[in-house]
């Protein structure tokens, strides 16, 4: 039998609750918990997949790695002398002080 995402989704939602809400685990339970944990999570894993390849298809680009290629600013290391540490016997910074970041 084939679950909807909502119905899915609902079951992981249901099964954290009761996860969060114990005192103490109850081993008993928590194989049938664990294996229809996994079972949801598959089935809502697909149709994130299927949406999102549906997006692609529609938008021409994929959209999960285009931000993953996006690179992460970084400052230039050489360029600048690196900023003065505070002491005890440091004066107090003013406003031609060139090492404030901002």
Request: with cysteine.
């Amino acid at each position: 039998m084939k679950h909807s995402f909502k119905e899915s989704y609902g079951v992981l939602q249901r099964h954290a609750q009761t996860l969060r809400e114990q005192r103490e685990p109850n081993i008993d339970d928590l194989l049938q918990i664990v294996e229809e944990s996994v079972s949801a999570f598959k089935i809502c894993q697909a149709r994130i997949d299927a949406v999102e390849k549906a997006l692609e298809k529609e938008l021409g680009e994929p959209q999960r790695e285009t931000v993953e290629r996006s690179p992460v600013p970084t400052a230039p290391t050489a360029s600048k002398p690196a900023p003065k540490t505070a002491s005890k016997t440091a004066a107090p910074a003013t406003d031609d002080d060139d090492d404030v970041p901002f």
